[in-house]
């Protein structure tokens, strides 16, 4: 551990990943790096951007089109991932005294009025989905749809449950618009992660752990990523000589998807978790022993583009737990919209008491 006390492990996972979430904002969905590049001067993000900034007010998400993807948002604000994990916050510090067992059906009340009233972000498949089977008075365990993302949403947990397994099953119900096995497995491979570098284990013997633990998919998906952190880091290596060795890194980790769309898609940089594990785990492992390691991989993460903001929060709670949450820059901190809103709720928490 960086010298860091456990609190402040726990809110640099939270800060971390909200933060990384804010900072993609404006490249949400563009899969065109190099666009990304020229409209940021050339050089890597360094602050919070408004949806499409630089580029025209739009991104293009492929398979969906050209648009701007989060229009009630501004630069600092949070995409769905960040405001799904802001909502769940919300419910903890809700519910914190007396602390209780996580319970979906509390939540989806909530839910529901903020998706009708005050969201701003986009409303993926699976939100729209389960708010339709909400609506039909559809039980809370028999929500959610089949998509294969990962949608993290339960980083604030880490802040009010100690024991992992409750930690597991805590971050697979706050997943409850999903309920494909490798959505829910992304979200229990991460919380595992994080909770074992908040007590003291490194990033990558957590990452090699959580794999082996888990076996199967999750195992290939842990080795893939190593294999590639290791060849781009290779100074002998052809993907190291590239520019964009990111890109090329995170695009050749996955299939090509043809979504029966109109634009078939390399799925490394899409929301599936067959991509965005691999790759969230690239960048965990490209900067975990880097000065400035949390700083320079959130900024490399949105420079990548497609659903950078899913990756954000993975990196970002593994990262902020292991430098802690002096490690998030000052101006980013002092930009984020929702910051002191987010610090007064997570304050409320158990573990953080």
Request: charged content about 25%.
């Amino acid at each position: 551990m960086n010298n860091i006390t456990k609190q402040d492990s726990i809110r640099g996972a939270f800060f971390a990943s909200i933060v990384a979430d804010a900072l993609c904002l404006g490249s949400h969905y563009e899969y065109d790096a190099k666009k990304i590049y020229n409209a940021y001067g050339q050089k890597p993000i360094e602050k919070f951007m408004s949806p499409g900034e630089m580029m025209g007010g739009m991104t293009h998400g492929i398979g969906w089109g050209e648009q701007n993807y989060h229009p009630g948002k501004k630069a600092g604000g949070t995409t769905d991932y960040g405001d799904y994990n802001i909502l769940i916050l919300e419910h903890l510090a809700k519910t914190a005294n007396p602390p209780q067992d996580f319970n979906v059906q509390a939540i989806i009340p909530h839910w529901m009025n903020r998706l009708e009233h005050s969201w701003g972000s986009w409303i993926c498949t699976m939100s729209r989905e389960t708010y339709a089977q909400a609506k039909r008075g559809v039980k809370a365990e028999d929500l959610g749809g089949y998509s294969n993302a990962t949608a993290i949403r339960h980083v604030a947990a880490h802040a009010y449950y100690e024991d992992e397994e409750v930690l597991v099953d805590v971050a697979k119900k706050a997943m409850f618009t999903h309920k494909e096995a490798h959505a829910l497995g992304g979200a229990e491979f991460f919380a595992r992660v994080t909770n074992k570098v908040i007590n003291g284990t490194k990033p990558r013997v957590a990452i090699e752990e959580v794999g082996k633990l888990m076996g199967g998919f999750y195992q290939d998906k842990v080795n893939q990523a190593i294999a590639k952190y290791e060849e781009e880091s290779n100074p002998e290596s052809d993907l190291s000589k590239e520019q964009f060795s990111d890109d090329l890194a995170l695009t050749s980790m996955a299939r090509l998807w043809d979504v029966g769309r109109s634009e078939p898609i390399k799925v490394g940089k899409a929301s599936p978790t067959e991509g965005t594990m691999p790759g969230s785990i690239y960048f965990i492992l490209k900067y975990a022993n880097k000065e400035d390691g949390l700083k320079k991989a959130l900024q490399a993460n949105a420079m990548v583009g497609g659903d950078n903001a899913s990756r954000g929060i993975m990196i970002g709670m593994v990262l902020g737990a292991y430098f802690g949450i002096n490690a998030i820059p000052k101006e980013w901190k002092e930009s984020l919209e929702q910051w002191d809103y987010c610090e007064e709720l997570l304050n409320k928490l158990p573990l953080l008491q």
